[in-house]
């Protein structure tokens, strides 16, 4: 069983920074993709960033310049380094992975979201 859990998360005022983890446990042969979305009160899901196995990364257009997504392949972890606030930024920000498990096909990756974790940066 795959799991992903999030910290670092919490109220930050603007121009401030917080830094979010999202890490990957269970029975895992390969991490393929590591990504970060949110999700705002009233808004569509979005991807904010993402990195491939590659290094190779992307990041929406609002975050550019403020926001840089890295990964610790050896703790299978991704973490969002969030700089320059705005209020804006305020969602609840989700990690996805497509991980493929171990002991099953290693060509097939499957999608997995941890729980959650909200920032906030009031205006």
């Known amino acids: 069983q795959v799991q992903l859990v999030e910290s670092g998360g919490g109220l930050v005022q603007a121009g401030g920074s917080l830094r979010l983890s999202c890490a990957a446990s269970g029975s895992i042969f390969s991490i393929n993709l590591m990504a970060w979305y949110r999700q705002a009160p009233g808004k569509q899901r979005e991807l904010v960033a993402k990195?491939?196995?590659?290094?190779?990364?992307y990041y929406t257009t609002s975050v550019k310049g403020r926001f840089t997504i890295s990964r610790d392949n050896a703790k299978n972890t991704v973490y969002l380094q969030m700089n320059s606030l705005k209020p804006d930024d305020t969602a609840v920000y989700y990690c996805?992975?497509?991980?493929?498990?171990?002991?099953?096909?290693?060509?097939?990756?499957?999608?997995?979201w941890g729980q959650g974790t909200q920032v906030t940066v009031p205006s």
């Open positions: 990195l491939n196995s590659g290094g190779s990364s």
């Open positions: 996805n992975a497509d991980i493929t498990p171990d002991g099953g096909s290693r060509s097939v990756g499957y999608a997995y």
